[in-house]
């Protein structure tokens, strides 16, 4: 039985294949890979940059541990965002996620809905 099992393993041995046919599957891989998920990672960045270096003084933003606040202050790479009435921190921009027109609109919307009922 033995046997027969070692002379079937040595009846299937492929056949040799180029360097070709190993390198098209990386290219087409890596090629998938730079269009799904590289690229959109470059543009979402840059995207978030030009945001930051265009925070001003009065705009809503979300801090990395998601505290929202109001910018009263830009100095440099830091702001000072105020949280609540005379409580104000400082943070780093990089740290800040601008929130658009549309989010604080929809969010009053919201409370406006819940206080009607």
Known sequence: MFVAIAYAAEAAAPPAQGIGSML???VLIFGIFYFL???PQ?????DHTKSLEA?????????SGGIYGVITKVDGDT????IADKVKVRAVKSQL????????TEKEDKEDKKDKK
């Open 37 to 39: 998920i590289i690229r």
């Open 97 to 104: 996620y601008p929130r658009t027109k549309k989010e604080v």
């Open 55 to 63: 925070l001003k003084t009065g705009d809503e933003v979300v801090t």
């Open 79 to 82: 702001v000072i965002v105020e």
């Open 42 to 46: 470059q543009k979402k960045a840059k």
């Open 24 to 26: 098209l599957p990386m």
